[in-house]
């Protein structure tokens, strides 16, 4: 397998419950990242991720929570979700080391909070 | 403040018809700047890129832009657009030193046969 893999595709869950979303990436890449996708608004970074240390959070709030055990996978824990957090999650990665190099991105996967 | 201004919401041209697509930026750094599109139900895959030299990259699929500093643009261009090439398209622009890029909020370009 090759590129960005990203599961499920699609996720419907309730406010109460934890969910998580997962991304991999056969890319041999140092930095991963976490996307969120609104209809009419720009993508927002959550989080980046550098050999599997979080250089970045957005300001995301605390419901969501990653987790980078080793550079290629990524997951994205959530719990008590708001129906404002349906969006697309899209998971990237990159050469990383500070470089604003080219982002590789999986298909992302479709979230709604009912 | 650091963004990105892609004006138009949606576009529609003709199959084999020129296209442009615009793109403005405020950025402190010497920006780098990148073009993206997205099909439906897909991730965001790079069309061309710019960090610096020849302002006029060329990209995959046709597909050019212009890095014009004095009016802070990244214009995307195709001279002869295919139906195949509907889909959303994202400008965003990074700096040296920092992962972080700031995307547009797209365009989106429907084609008419």
């Known amino acids: 397998e090759t590129g960005v893999t990203q599961t499920p595709r699609h996720l419907v869950m309730g406010m109460t419950n934890k969910k998580s979303l997962k991304c991999e990436q056969h890319?041999?890449?140092?930095?991963m990242y976490w996307y969120k996708q609104s209809a009419k608004k720009p993508l927002e970074l959550m989080f980046v991720?550098?050999?599997?240390?979080?250089?970045e959070n957005n300001s995301v709030p605390s419901r969501f929570s990653p987790e980078c055990p080793n550079s290629s996978h990524l997951f994205l824990h959530l719990h008590t979700l708001q129906p404002e957090d349906s969006a697309l999650y899209l998971c990237?990665?990159?050469?990383?080391?500070?470089?604003?190099?080219?982002?590789?991105f999986g298909e992302g996967s479709r979230l709604t909070v009912l | 403040a650091q963004s990105v201004t892609q004006p138009d919401i949606h576009i529609t041209v003709s199959e084999g018809a020129s296209l442009e697509l615009r793109c403005n930026y405020s950025?402190?750094?010497?920006?780098?700047l990148f073009w993206y599109v997205q099909s439906p139900g897909q991730g965001l895959q790079l069309l061309l890129k710019y960090f610096s030299g020849d302002t006029l990259v060329q990209g995959i699929k046709g597909f050019e832009a212009e890095f014009k500093r004095s009016q802070s643009s990244f214009n995307l261009r195709k001279p002869s657009v295919h139906w195949s090439d509907a889909a959303e398209y994202f400008c965003a622009v990074g700096a040296k030193n920092t992962d972080k890029l700031i995307f547009g909020t797209g365009t989106r370009l429907q084609v008419f046969p």
């Open positions: 950025y402190g750094a010497t920006p780098y």
């Open positions: 990237a990665s990159s050469q990383g080391a500070g470089l604003p190099g080219e982002l590789f």
């Open positions: 991720y550098n050999f599997k240390e979080q250089t």
């Open positions: 890319l041999g890449h140092n930095a």
